[in-house]
């Protein structure tokens, strides 16, 4: 349960990668939210370095973002996700198991659905920071849900780079709070199998198929 809330906590940081964006023109936050969403197809991809924070530990990982492909590292587990496939490493266990992710799972797992969010239920308001320069989008669910009830988003003004994402689920319990801690935005495109499990570099895996 943990692993799999670090997995989430961790993907929601592709929210915050695709942020850079003329903010100060933004006058609700659904129209900041929606050019977030425009920006996300652009060419190249996005890389970040962040820290989870969650019941007082903390995970350090990385993501590679490409549209709705991702890799995502973080201690000891390898997410790959091709926009059908998803394949995920666990070292320590020296296993790799593949699913088909249903649009449901992606809603946990996939970054582009985690930017399509804000149009599925939730009611989008800005807060205060009381931090100069930093602006705050505050999104809470109106329907009933399982988890995820509320996104905080922490954005910096002035240098148009995302700060901090955190995550409330039920009653205002299971806290996530994501950090983000370096960032390279408009990179050079990557190719379809850099988001692909390749078995030839990891020799002795087994492959558990899920499908």
Known sequence: MGRQILIKGALLVSLLLNCRFSIVNAQTPKELLDE???????????????????DGAETQGNIVVQGRKFVLRTAGLTTWFDGKTQWTLAEENEEVSISEPTDEELQSLNPYAWMSLYQQGYELKWGDTGVP???????????????????????HQTELYPVRLSMAGRG????????????????????????????????????????
């Open 172 to 211: 205002g319990l299971d806290v996530v709070v994501i950090d983000i801690d370096s960032y390279k935005v408009n990179q050079q495109p990557l190719p379809d199998e850099a988001f692909v499990f390749d078995k030839s570099k990891y020799p002795g895996i087994e492959v558990i198929d899920l499908r």
């Open 36 to 54: 977030v969403v425009q920006r996300t197809f652009a060419n190249g991809h996005v890389e970040a370095a962040f820290t989870v924070y969650m």
């Open 133 to 155: 320069g930093v602006r705050k989008v505050i999104m809470t669910t109106t329907v009933p849900r399982d988890e995820m009830q509320s996104i905080v988003l922490l954005i």
